[in-house]
């Protein structure tokens, strides 16, 4: 059964995609929030279609922390960008007020890891990349895990102090430090997948990154209020805002976000079972 709605998404999608010629406010300046929950509601309504089982349907609860998570999560990354000043927001001034401006970001933010999530649970009804495995096993040291820890502690200062040069990193250097920490707590880590051989949730998570990335960037192109890159030392062909290579960092961006949410689930509960099957 397909959700109702699943409908509800397909219509703000449409309504918000439209919007982007006519520009009737309020709905172009909440470009965001509308069309990012469009899409929530529709990919989870097409997976529970699929598999009889969702996000939205069955794991409200978790749903839930994601969504605070995610704006938390997002808030950090603004605070960061604060100092490596890599992107900046143009138009906001079609905003009424900083509360209204605060609303939607707050809303915005709370998008991201549900949107990521969601994805790759659907990804996961057609058993992508089941029987994509390492050739050999691994052996997972505490020394390779403190080394990991250790690289994404340096990377994380190296890039305060030269941001324009290492920016990137900051995609990456967040993994590094809480996917082992998972790891050794038993939480579901990208590590442990490595460990067993199974390919299929690191690399479902690098897709949906990636097919994610490119959604936020083709809809912000068309925003008002949007977000523009500052890449001086970075530079190249675009595809709308984003330079060709920057959507290789969704990728890792996705592994970061799942060893952001297995991390503070771990501060809260005591479940070790992994999420995506």
Known sequence: MFRK???LGIILILLVQLNFFFNIEPFARWYFPLIWFGYIFLIDAITYKLKNHSLLM????QLLLMLILSSLVWWMFEYVNYVLGNWQYVNIDVFTSKTEVLLFSWLSFATVIPAVFETVDLLRTIHLFDNVTLKRKHNITKRFLYSMIGIGIVASMFIMLFPKQLFP????SFYFILDPLNYLHKQPSIIQHLKDRKLAIPLTLFIAGIGCGVLWEFWNFWALPKWMYVLPAWTGPKLFEMPLWGYLGYGP???ELYAMYYFVRNLFSKKKTEFFT
């Open 5 to 7: 709605y699943g409908i």
């Open 58 to 61: 069955n794991k409200p609860k």
């Open 169 to 172: 990193f900051i995609w990456v």
């Open 253 to 255: 961006f996705a592994w």
